[in-house]
């Protein structure tokens, strides 16, 4: 069993910044944190479920068009945590934000490709 915690979402001004935070709890034989690739998605009011980006088991990186340059994903092996830095936020940011994870070393832009999800975390830019 893999469990994900988020932190670090609120209420933010457009064109603010917030770091999301991710805990990753791993108990199961089948596998470690660091062979893991994890993954951010959100969810806004209405809308379907989207990408937001992923990192693999080496560092390497993924974004969606409408993120990148503004978001940076990362993660700390020594900590069992990754990380969404999310800078210049805009209204359309506001959504609900979940980590998710897969026994993989490569991520995915898919949500049906992660079995471990946590429960989310708010973000609300106000304009």
């Known amino acids: 069993q893999v469990v994900l915690v988020e932190s670090g979402g609120g209420l933010v001004q457009a064109g603010g910044s917030l770091r999301l935070s991710c805990a990753v709890s791993?108990?199961?034989?089948?596998?470690?944190?660091?062979?893991?690739?994890m993954g951010w998605f959100r969810q806004a009011p209405w809308k379907e479920r989207e990408f937001v980006a992923t990192?693999?088991?080496?560092?390497?990186?993924s974004y969606a068009d409408s993120v990148k340059g503004r978001f940076t994903i990362s993660r700390n092996g020594a900590k069992n945590t990754v990380y969404l830095l999310m800078n210049n936020l805009t209204p359309e940011d506001t959504a609900i934000y979940y980590c998710t994870a897969r026994a993989w070393a490569f991520g995915s832009s898919r949500g049906a490709d992660y079995p471990y999800w946590g429960r989310g975390t708010q973000v609300t830019v106000s304009s």
């Open positions: 791993v108990c199961t034989s089948g596998g470690t944190f660091s062979s893991f690739a």
């Open positions: 990192i693999n088991w080496k560092g390497g990186t």
